[in-house]
């Protein structure tokens, strides 16, 4: 079992900039890939970045060159700096650990909303 709790989130303006913090408990991160996920209301959970490793990462087309996710497993920790944030990153922001073959695990969502 892994317990995810995302921390972070809150109120920014556009082009402002935020860093979001995945703490794990219960099981080392180790084996898992770890992502993050955002919700925009009435909208489907899309991916946002996801990482293997500092050299195995993937990131959506829409955060490309803005968002940078990291992961330190001495920790049990992954994080997620957004740079250069806009409106449409408006969203609740979910932290998963997936393993092939298993049912991921998901943190509770922290609210990223992005307004002048």
């Known amino acids: 079992q892994v317990q995810l709790v995302e921390s972070g989130g809150g109120l920014v303006q556009p082009g402002g900039s935020l860093s979001l913090l995945c703490t794990a408990s219960g099981s080392s991160i180790s084996p898992y890939i770890m992502g993050w996920y955002r919700q925009g209301s009435g909208k489907q959970r899309d991916l946002v970045a996801t990482i293997i490793d500092d050299d195995r990462t993937n990131y959506a087309d829409t955060v490309k060159g803005r968002f940078t996710i990291s992961r330190d497993n001495t920790k049990n920790t992954v994080s997620l700096q957004m740079n250069s944030l806009k409106p449409e990153d408006t969203a609740i922001y979910y932290c998963?650990?997936?393993?092939?073959?298993?049912?991921?695990?998901w943190g509770q969502g922290t609210q990223v909303t992005v307004s002048s």
């Open positions: 998963t650990a997936l393993r092939l073959g298993r049912t991921p695990y």
